[in-house]
């Protein structure tokens, strides 16, 4: 009987819909209130959630296992939980295909009683191909099905550091942004394609990760729709030479067309970052030129390794310009990764992580 009424409440949406999972039946209404400035934030799962600022967060994107509890927590906060978005898009080329992703995607989000859904492809596109009309047509119709099926919903989308074919992601920027209720811009991964020498360098260096912003604005998006993503993890790079000036070159690992990419490293999360430095052979060092913190540690075999992150110093003035280029808002991959222990200085190193994405 029981998995009869199972199979019958996942055929239809709203027998699904009629449990609310909240304590206070209020909790499990959509949000609609616009906040003037967004934190958008992801998670990846489990329970850190409990941890976070949430006098700060507008946004949660869920991109772990769906946590009821999450969203009743976060609706009692007045801030959003939104769906991840994916789909490979060779598949959504055909309209019936594409309407019948997002009529589902309505409808889970209608279930779980979530605020809408972010499109995270991040897929090569060519210019012009069947695909890249299809994505743009993607992003519209997503959008217009979530504003209609759930009213005050969010439809995001996640693009590159820069607008300029980065991964060979040559979308149609312009009109997705237009299509969409706003930009979660990646500004991170800025190695994935390094055409100069094969280095370790910074994740998010602060001068190309700014004037990519002007690139998205000079499109004449606007600045309203765009939200700035920054990084809580770093790299860690095996180095196969260590200069005398403290240059780590990296394996050449090839990443869509160009020889040398952050493949050669690891990502590692802010967590793991702050034990690691203390017992580095460096200690926290900084390049001026990329603003940036990095240190150099040895491993058990003896080889040394360059490690990349973001810390407060280097994300405040990032944040700065958020406020000075008046965007819509910040947010970072991902809210999990810092340490939300007891620990003293685990608690000071987090809270200044979070405080930090209001700026210096
Ligand atoms: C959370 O963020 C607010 C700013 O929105 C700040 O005033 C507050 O101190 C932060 N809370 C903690 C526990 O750090
Ligand atoms: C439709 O989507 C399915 C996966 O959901 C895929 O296997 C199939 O090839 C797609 N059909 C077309 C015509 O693209
Ligand atoms: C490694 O670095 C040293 C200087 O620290 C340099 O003399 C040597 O040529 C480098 N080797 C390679 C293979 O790049
Ligand atoms: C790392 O070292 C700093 C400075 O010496 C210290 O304040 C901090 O507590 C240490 N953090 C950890 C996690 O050991």
């Given amino acids: 009987m029981l998995s009869f009424l199972v199979i019958l409440c996942s055929l239809l949406a709203a027998c699904r819909s009629s449990v609310c999972p909240c304590e206070r039946p209020e909790l499990c209404q959509q949000i609609r209130e616009e906040k003037d400035f967004e934190v958008f934030i992801f998670d990846v799962g489990g329970k850190t959630w409990k941890s976070y600022n949430w006098s700060m967060v507008t946004t949660v994107a869920v991109f772990g296992k769906y946590d009821a509890e999450l969203m009743c927590y976060a609706h009692s906060k007045g801030a959003r939980v939104v769906l991840k978005g994916d789909v490979p898009l060779s598949y959504i080329v055909d309209q019936d295909n594409r309407t019948a992703w997002i009529t589902d995607k309505v409808?889970?989000?209608?279930?779980?009683?979530?605020?809408?859904?972010?499109?995270?492809?991040?897929?090569?596109?060519?210019?012009?191909?069947?695909?890249?009309?299809?994505?743009?047509?993607?992003?519209?119709?997503?959008?217009?099905?979530?504003?209609?099926?759930?009213?005050?919903?969010?439809?995001?989308?996640?693009?590159?550091?820069?607008?300029?074919?980065?991964?060979?992601?040559?979308?149609d920027y312009v009109t997705i942004a237009e299509s969409c209720d706003l930009l979660f811009v990646m500004s991170y991964d800025e190695q994935s394609q390094i055409t100069g020498d094969c280095i370790a360098m910074a994740n998010a260096p602060l001068r190309q990760t700014l004037d990519a912003y002007d690139q998205y604005l000079n499109l004449k998006i606007s600045p309203k729709k765009i939200v700035m993503g920054v990084p809580w993890y770093g790299y860690d790079y095996p180095c196969l030479n260590f200069s005398q000036e403290g240059v780590c070159s990296i394996e050449k690992v090839p990443f869509r067309g160009v020889p040398c990419s952050d493949a050669a490293g690891k990502q590692k999360p802010y967590k793991w970052l702050m034990k690691q430095v203390n017992s580095s052979m460096s200690g926290r060092l900084w390049d001026d030129e990329q603003q940036a913190p990095y240190f150099n540690y040895k491993d058990q075999n003896g080889q040394i390794h360059q490690v990349w992150y973001d810390d407060p110093q280097s994300i405040c003035p990032k944040a700065d310009s958020v406020m000075s280029k008046d965007l819509r808002g910040i947010g970072m991959w991902n809210a999990n990764i810092l340490d939300y222990s007891d620990d003293p200085d685990a608690r000071q190193q987090t809270t200044m992580m979070w405080n930090a994405l209001l700026g210096c």
């Fill in 107 to 171: 409808m889970l989000a209608k279930s779980q009683f979530m605020d809408g859904i972010n499109i995270d492809i991040e897929q090569a596109v060519e210019e012009g191909s069947s695909e890249y009309y299809a994505l743009t047509s993607l992003v519209k119709e997503t959008t217009e099905m979530f504003h209609r099926e759930i009213p005050g919903s969010q439809v995001s989308f996640d693009v590159a550091w820069s607008p300029k074919c980065i991964d060979k992601r040559c979308y």
